[in-house]
């Protein structure tokens, strides 16, 4: 694994304690790679790493640092969506980093490859993931993996549909901020993609309405294929009588004719795969286990 150069700046929500921080760059560093940490990382307005002037400027820091080839977002939360309007993407694609993060993130991803078609990385976030009291071999694996690779092969169990083989742009992310972007100008239009969505804290209920919501709006259908990562953090009540995600799922199912598949391992989960948002994937999947071989993404930042 060749050392980089890593950034991590605040785009969302604050930083809930610094030693989350203080571990992901020692973690970092004792693993070979150069960590610069911007100097509004710690800031804190409301539930944000800063006002919003403090947040964009942060990016375009990050963007404008030749000291940093991957650029990673401290957390999630809430707080990215409240700057799609000012970003400039050709800039960040200009700029040649690559930009890693997930949860709130997926609104940064989305809007970048809807505007200025540019690659980026849903995996790992710095505090929560390289931060971690002990972080998971497995999402460090993946994720220095692939961005040490041109191509990168990956194995795993899928439930769905017994033989299914496809290749297309693989993009997605947050289910609730993917649903959130439909009917605006930072959703990309993709047709015969192969579309990932997970999410956290949505009720069964609600994670069926945001996936009625992509159906309805013909992207769902536009696919050629949909792998469902973890819905975590959530609770059944009596009330749902039965009902609950598998349910949710086998709904959606019935409502369109693309293959959904479900255990793909990201998510709000400590063992995730880092999948490059805007680059290709080769799925192939054979009664539950699934190869999934990424291109056409080294490029693309």
Known sequence: ??????????????????????????????????????????????????????????????????????????????????????????????????????????????AALARAGMVSYHGPSFAWDFGAPQASDFTLAHCFGLLDAREYEVRCALDGPTRESADGVLWGGN??????????????????????????????????????????????????????????????????DGYDLDAAVARIREAVTTPIFTGLPFGHVRDKLTLPVGGRVALDVRDGEARLRFHDYADGS
């Open 175 to 240: 289910l609730s901020m993917v649903a959130s972007l439909v009917g605006t100008p930072y959703l990309p239009s993709i047709d015969g993609g192969i579309l990932f969505l997970e999410d956290v804290g949505e009720h069964p209920y609600r994670v069926e309405r945001m996936l009625h919501q992509l159906a309805y709006a013909g992207i769902l259908e536009r696919q050629r294929a949909v792998l469902l990562g973890h819905f975590t953090d959530y609770a059944l009540v009596a009330h749902d």
């Open 1 to 110: 694994m060749r050392a980089l150069d890593i950034g991590v700046y605040a785009p969302a929500g604050a930083a809930v304690e610094t030693a989350p921080v203080a571990r992901a760059v020692e973690r970092l560093t004792a693993l070979g790679h150069r960590v610069v940490v911007d100097e509004g990382v710690l800031r804190r307005h409301q539930r944000f790493a800063g006002t919003d002037d403090e947040r964009l400027a942060a990016i375009v820091r990050t963007a404008a640092r030749p000291d940093v080839d991957v650029a990673i977002a401290l957390r999630g939360g809430y707080g990215t969506t409240r700057l799609l309007d000012r970003l400039d993407y050709a800039a960040l694609a200009r700029s040649g980093k690559r930009w890693l993060g997930h949860s709130d993130f997926t609104a940064f991803q989305m």
